[in-house]
Structure formats: C-alpha cells, structure tokens
C-alpha cells in the first residue's frame, strides 16, 4: 500500500469509526475545520491527560493554568503577532491556488533529500557489507549536489524572510522550477505577506481596537507569569503549563487535522535563570523526544529538525518531527524564547514583570524555554503510527494499535449470547469497572464481529462473558494486538486492566 492510499485509508477510518468528521458536513463543510466523535474525544482527552499529567504530576515544579482566549488586544502587539505574524504566500495564475512559499520550498528539499536517500540505498545494495555511507554521501557527485541544492534554499529563504525582501524567494521558486501541484505551471504571482490572527470585537460599543483570538496560548502564560509565581510561591527554575484552542488563519490548511485553522496546543513554559536557557533548552530537548517515544512508536519515525530561521524571541529553536504518510512534519518546536516576551510585556503594560532572586539577591526578567505540541497532530501521529491491516486466515482486520492508556475505549465486554442471564452478569462487571476506566458493552452480532470492531477502533481488551462465567465468576480475556485468550477471574479484572490501561501505567515509563 503506497503512503497516499495509506492517508485516505486512515482519513475514511477516522470518519467511519466516530473519529474526526468534518466540520458542518451538513451543510457541505466548512474548509480545514474539523469536528471530534465519540472515539476521537476519548483519544483526544487522553492524550491531553497524559502530556498534562507528565508536565504536572511528575515534575514538582510545574504547575497548570487555563487563560481565557481573548486577551486585551496590546498582548498581540506586544508579543509581535500583529506586524509580525505572518506567511509568505505565492498564487499560483493558473490553478488560482494559493500556497505558503516556504512550504513550496521545503516540499522540494524533502523531495532532493529522497533522491539522495534512494541513490545511497542503491549503492548500498550495490556494495553490500564494504559500504561506507557517510563516505558514499561526502564524495558523489549527485548525492552531494542534492544536498547543495538542499543548503542553498535554506540560506535563500533565510535571507529572504529575514531581510523581507520576498522578490529573493520568487526568483528561487522559479530557478528550481517548482510547479503548482494542480495546474502543473510555473506562472506564478510575487510573494506577499499575510496575517494569520483572526480578529473580532468584544462588543458593538468598543469596535475601535480589534480583539483577537489567540494564535497561540503561550501570551496567556506569560501575562499571568507573576500571579503564578507569586501566589504559587513559585522559586525559579520553574514551569506553567495549559492546554487550550488556538487559532490560525492558515493559507494553506490541507493534510486533514495536520493544518487546521482551529487546533489546540499543549504548551509549557519553563522559566530560568538567565544564562542557564541553553542547558536547560537541551534538557528538555531530550525530555520532550522522550516522551514521543514512550508511546512506543518507533525511533526511526522521528527526527529533530533544527531551525535555520529562528524567531525573532528565539536564541535556539528545534522541531520534533514525525514520518507522516505526506512525510516529516513537524509535530513539537521547542523554543528557547529569551526574556524576549517578558521584557516587551514589562514594555508594554509598564508592569514590572520581574523575579527576586533570594539566593543570588536580585531582580531579574527571567529567560524562558518553551515547549509546544499541537494536540491534533499528536492524535494524527497516533493514527498513523498504529494504523493496521492484517491479513488473517480468510480475511483481513482492521486494528489501531494504540497504546493500551491512550485508547477510547479501554475493554469492551461481550455476552456471548443475548439470554440466559449472560447480558445481566455482562451489565454486573460493566457497573463494577466503570468508575476507572471507559468501557462499551454490546450484545449483537457474532463474536467475531464484535472482536472486529473493537480492534478497529483500537480496544486493548475484549472479555467474553460465557456460560462458564455464570458458575465460575470468570471470563475470557482476549488481547487486542496477539489476539491472544486468556481466562481470569473476574475479581482480577480491575487490577489487570489498571496495570495496562491507566495513564498512570504510562506515566511510570517516563
Ligand atoms: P508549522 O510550521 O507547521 O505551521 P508552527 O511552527 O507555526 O507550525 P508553532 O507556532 O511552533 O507551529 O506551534 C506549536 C505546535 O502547534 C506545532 O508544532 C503544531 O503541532 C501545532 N500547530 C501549529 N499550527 C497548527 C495548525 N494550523 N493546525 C494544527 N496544529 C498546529
């Protein structure tokens, strides 16, 4: 199955088992907007649960808050939002498409990066045992003109955006020929620049300044930096963290919950002493991968990917990126931020926005490393990750192997047959689980298909209540991934699903 297929196959999943439907479907959509079902909510939630549980709970130091979305509107001006959050964006004269240069340009590194990957994978079979790739990429002449051409766009676009002369980075567009994906042309518009912050009023009577709804929900952090540190008695290093909706006026939202114009993010902001940034931006660099792997997806779907052009807050900048069925993209960027955001609220708000440092005795704006995921890119990160098909003996299953804590629906128990007073003792061990885990309960159909559609939408456990069960209190315990049975008792079930299905479980892997 190609990559595509695989994309649309996880897409009509989605939609198919209660996952992500689109947004206003009934009224034919609305574009890049997208709406969570009953599945999708409990993945979602559990996601949530568990990067705020592992900010929170298993570092002393972190704390939670929840800002509102609306802030006065000086934040944005203040944070640079309002001249400076921008895309630079190309139209494509033909197609009459519209696409963020940038994105052009790194959808043509990544395609360079493949020939070069391809050309040393055929010398690799070629050589056999004696290959040297790093010498192999440092000496031929193809591979290392893929990856000049590779540097070359990265200094280009650089210079370009960073001297905002965007006449520089239609001409590299045109010199690498980049065509529109739609029409196939080279007839291009010149590249401009476009705001992404969606604005509103707060009321009829105050229409004179706009009211924007956050782009990102690090401001809220900040502007609350000193109630936090004050009333939570808060000694620096020390973090803030909170999970909340973002929203993006995305030029080119596509990929499905990829680029969504509405997303949330999950974002932790940790503030230090100055001068120790760095360090403790490496700290977390490795923690934040950490984490990513605890899912247990493999290393090799993941990448750091380093800025080359860094924020105007950022003294270092990295991305976590995932191989997505489209390819690496990034997922989490952790930013060593400065004292760059502080210092412009201390600016604009004339607040004094400092911390009294006992043991050194002094006042200081603290230097701040952020780390920031987006949660609908985690959620597609899962589904592509544990996505399944298997062949069987004579058909083929469907199963999101998802890890057992962050799965929607935990156990599902099923009465083998509809009588006999198997449904009510199936009802008994439903209201006996309830209160710590999210179970389904169902009666119909075979056996078989009842396994199917669990497996689809990634259920760890199924137990069978069965005529055995009525006299011996016990049930057959099937596995979701080895699909293996097992018979317990059912006092046990309780503690054998905590073990495995709590985010507490995954919590003790970090
Ligand atoms: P990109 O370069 O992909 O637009 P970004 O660098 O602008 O992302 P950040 O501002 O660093 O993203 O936001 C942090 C995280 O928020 C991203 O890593 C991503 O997971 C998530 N995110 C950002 N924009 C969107 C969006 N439009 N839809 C869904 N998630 C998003």
Redesign the pocket.
């Known amino acids: 199955m190609s990559n595509e297929e695989l994309f649309k196959k996880i897409i009509s999943h989605c939609k198919e088992y209660g996952f992500v439907f689109p947004s206003s479907e009934i009224y034919d959509g609305l574009a890049a907007v997208y709406d969570y079902g009953q599945n999708g909510v409990e993945l979602r939630n559990n996601i949530r649960s568990y990067w705020y549980q592992s900010m929170t709970r298993l570092n002393n130091n972190i704390v939670g808050l929840d800002s509102a979305i609306f802030m006065h509107p000086k934040i944005w001006k203040a944070s640079g939002h309002v001249d400076g959050f921008n895309d630079p964006m190309i139209d494509n004269k033909d197609s009459k498409k519209r696409y963020r240069a940038d994105v052009l340009l790194e959808d043509h590194q990544e395609k360079l990066r493949q020939k070069a990957d391809k050309e040393v994978e055929k010398a690799k079979t070629r050589f056999g045992d004696t290959f040297d790739e790093e010498m192999y990429r440092s000496t031929n002449p193809r591979v290392s003109e893929y990856m000049a051409s590779i540097a070359h766009i990265d200094t280009t676009l650089k210079e370009g955006l960073e001297t905002g002369n965007l006449e520089i980075i239609k001409n590299l567009i045109e010199e690498l020929g980049i065509v529109c994906p739609i029409s196939g042309s080279k007839n291009w518009t010149d590249v401009r620049q476009f705001n992404l912050m969606y604005s509103t009023q707060m009321s009829a009577t105050e229409a004179d300044e706009a009211l924007y709804l956050r782009p990102?929900t690090a401001q809220g952090i900040f502007v609350n930096f000193l109630n936090v540190q004050k009333t939570g008695r808060m000694k620096i290093p020390f973090g803030i963290a909170q999970t909340g909706k973002?929203f993006?006026n995305?030029i080119v939202?596509r990929q499905f919950?990829?680029?969504?114009?509405e997303?949330e993010?999950m974002?932790m902001q940790f503030f230090c002493k100055p001068g120790t940034e760095l360090d403790w931006y490496a700290y977390w660099k490795e923690m934040r991968m950490k984490w990513h792997l605890s899912l247990g997806i493999s290393k090799d779907s993941y990448r750091f990917h380093d800025h080359v052009k860094l924020a105007h807050y950022a003294n270092a900048a990295v991305?976590i990126e995932f191989d997505f069925p489209f390819g690496f993209?990034?997922?989490?960027?952790i930013?060593s931020r400065t004292d760059f955001d502080l210092g412009k609220h201390e600016e604009f708000s004339g607040k004094k926005l400092r911390y009294f440092d006992a043991e050194a005795n002094e006042n200081y704006i603290p230097y701040v490393v952020e780390t920031?995921?987006?949660l609908?890119?985690?959620f597609l990160v899962l589904l592509s990750a544990c996505y399944a098909e298997e062949q069987l003996e004579n058909e083929t299953r469907v199963v999101l192997r998802f890890p057992p804590a962050l799965a929607p629906v935990k156990a599902a128990i099923l009465p083998l047959v509809k009588k006999d007073g198997l449904p009510e003792m199936a009802q008994k061990i439903y209201d006996e689980l309830k209160f710590d885990m999210n179970l389904y309960i169902e009666d119909k159909d075979t056996i078989g298909k009842r396994y199917r559609r669990m497996d689809a939408i990634g259920t760890p456990f199924c137990i069978t209540v069965d005529y055995d069960s009525l006299t011996q209190e016990d049930v057959t315990l099937r596995y979701r991934d080895s699909m293996e049975q097992k018979r317990v008792k059912i006092k046990d079930l309780r503690d054998i699903l905590n073990a495995e299905t709590s985010i507490a479980s995954l919590l003790k892997t970090l």
């Open positions: 990102e973002a993006r995305e939202a919950i990829m680029r969504m114009k997303f993010q974002e991305d993209k990034e997922v989490e960027g930013h920031s995921v987006g609908d890119r985690l």
